[in-house]
Nanobody, 123 residues
Framework: VQLQASGGGLVQAGESLSLSCTVS?????????IGWFRQAPGKEREGISC????????DLTDSMKGRFTLSRDNAMNTAYLQMNSLKPEDTAIYYCAATLGRGCLLSFNYDYWGQGTQVTVSS
């Protein structure tokens, strides 16, 4: 099983990035919830949101609401995190993960993790 997160990079404040998470080797992948997390230097891992097989999502935290959007393409086994109006405080390693369980923002609920992609936002 492999989750490949990609799309990170260095951008300036106010710019956008679109992260992708491609899943391979996972049977019945359509049934899995895909979660997005991030971890900034010196901080704990933070849950961003998750997206179900039907496209339902959990509300983002206020700091991300209106700027981040989740989507997925089941045919492509890929989930996306669109990030607009990026801020320096969004700088972190962004991870995607997969679970059949509940608890969208609880990292211990997730069975499979990607390697993370670095997002750096300069001021």
């Amino acid at each position: 099983v492999q989750l490949q997160a990609s799309g990170g990079g260095l951008v300036q404040a106010g710019e956008s990035l679109s992260l992708s998470c491609t899943v391979s080797g996972l049977p019945l992948v359509d049934y899995y919830v895909i979660g997005w997390f991030r971890q900034a230097p010196g901080k704990e891992r933070e849950g961003i949101s998750c997206i179900s097989s039907s496209g339902g999502t959990v509300d983002l935290t206020d700091s991300m609401k209106g700027r981040f959007t989740l989507s997925r393409d089941n045919a492509m086994n890929t989930a996306y995190l669109q990030m607009n109006s990026l801020k320096p405080e969004d700088t972190a390693i962004y991870y995607c993960a997969a679970t059949l369980g509940r608890g969208c923002l609880l990292s211990f609920n997730y069975d499979y993790w990607g390697q993370g992609t670095q997002v750096t936002v300069s001021s």
